[in-house]
């Protein structure tokens, strides 16, 4: 299965909360991007960086790496149809890509098997949820669909991801918590604040017990 669905590590976020590029901040001494790439990495047949700045990343290098659509309006979703573009040109025979953003570092190891799984008609999309909610970055895009996309993204109409999931009728699958000795630890806790920094440290020393 891997070897049919390419996947993109989505970058191009601004982290206005955070104050910085949550890409290049370190956990447990390494970078959360490089985190994504390593999770994400054995679970597609390539991967790929979308972001809009230079990216530093010890596990991305020689990675491709390219911007948003439109960076200054288009928000997560041009980084998903500019992945959905990438595939389109450089891996013709993918039917399918997978999305994962760079803050939630401990997400699933059968994250991908699990969405194409689900994955009922080519042209549908499918995407996480967990108890905490839906978490509409961690999906599974037909290629099919970049060409709405755009041209949704070019019509000025709403970006908000969980809109165009909408509008295409998407599937969900929901992920139990991981139970560790401190607790259920939901798999896609998103670090946007320095204190979900320090959480997700503690968090990475109790999964290392």
């Known amino acids: 299965m891997a070897d049919m669905i390419p996947g993109i590590v989505l970058a191009g976020g601004?982290?206005?909360?955070?104050?910085?590029?949550?890409?290049?901040?370190?956990?447990g001494g390494i970078s959360l991007l490089d985190h994504a790439i390593r999770q994400l990495r054995p679970q597609?047949?390539?991967?790929?960086?979308n972001a809009n700045g230079p990216v530093v990343s010890a596990e991305g290098e020689g990675l491709a790496v390219f911007p948003d659509l439109d960076a200054a309006r288009s928000g997560p979703l041009g980084g998903v149809a500019a992945g959905?573009?990438?595939?389109?040109?450089?891996?013709?025979d993918a039917r399918h890509v997978a999305t994962v953003p760079t803050d939630s570092p401990f997400l699933p190891a059968d994250l991908v098997a699990r969405l194409h799984e689900a994955a009922d008609a080519p042209d549908r999309i499918v995407v996480a949820r967990s108890a905490h909610g839906l978490h509409p970055v961690f999906a599974l895009?037909?290629?099919a669909v970049v060409d709405d996309l755009s041209a949704w993204l070019a019509s000025g109409a709403v970006l908000r991801v969980r809109s165009f999931l909408h509008r295409h009728d998407a599937r969900e699958v929901t992920f139990q918590p991981v139970e560790t000795p401190a607790g259920p630890l939901d798999p896609f806790f998103n670090?946007?604040?320095?204190?979900?920094?320090?959480a997700a440290e503690r968090?990475?020393?109790v999964l290392k017990r």
Do not use: F, Q, Y
């Open 14 to 27: 601004l982290s206005s909360r955070m104050g910085r590029d949550k890409a290049g901040i370190r956990l």
């Open 44 to 49: 597609v047949s390539t991967v790929a960086i």
């Open 84 to 92: 959905l573009d990438h595939a389109r040109r450089h891996h013709p």
């Open 141 to 143: 895009w037909p290629v």
């Open 191 to 198: 670090i946007n604040t320095p204190d979900d920094l320090d």
């Open 203 to 205: 968090w990475l020393e």
